[in-house]
């Protein structure tokens, strides 16, 4: 009676274990947690993707990057990598991305990535066609006031030392 219970008991145990291990083996049967690093990034700039569960590598794409190849990483038993260049003409927002793994499916991250609005770059705010007339005659201004108060002072100090 004693060995029947035991052997009960040791059945029920290892049921429940291979039921517990069964959802994570199914698991790794397709693509998850898509990482897109950084995640808020300018047109341009270089975006790197991790896939889980995509062991055989595949394809990402977006509307904010070309189709880009995912490699398995060396290593790792079930994940793959990519890194894709952002359009320079890609509108600042939210983008999601697309994977398609070989033999593992497809998986869709919507909001992986933000694409924020570059700075116009180029002189600096300054003028590439001169000083306006306004502008010459503040700065004629600032240097005759700097001339007269030179003089002033100077002379000041002159008519101290006959003292």
Do not use: H
């Not at 001339?147 to 002033?152: D, E, Q, R, S, T």
Request: aromatic share 4%; charged share 10%; proline share 6%.
């Amino acid at each position: 009676m004693r060995n029947s219970r035991a052997l009960a008991v040791a059945g029920a145990a290892a049921v429940a274990v291979v039921g517990l291990a069964a959802p994570a083996a199914v698991a790794w049967n397709s693509p998850s947690n898509i990482v897109a690093l950084p995640s808020v990034i300018a047109r341009g700039g270089q975006l790197t993707v991790t896939v889980d569960g995509c062991p055989k590598g595949g394809t990402m794409t977006s509307n904010a990057f070309p189709a880009t190849a995912l490699t398995p990483i060396s290593g790792t038993n079930e994940t793959s990598k990519g890194t894709a260049t952002i359009n320079a003409n890609a509108s600042p927002g939210s983008y999601s991305i697309t994977v398609r793994c070989q033999g593992t499916g497809t998986l869709t991250n919507p909001a992986a990535f933000t694409v924020i609005g570059g700075v116009r770059g180029g002189l600096g705010g300054s003028s590439s066609t001169g000083a306006t007339p306004t502008d010459m005659a503040i700065g004629g201004g600032l240097v005759a006031a700097a001339v007269i108060g030179g003089g002033l002072f100077w002379m000041r100090r002159r008519s101290e030392k006959q003292i």
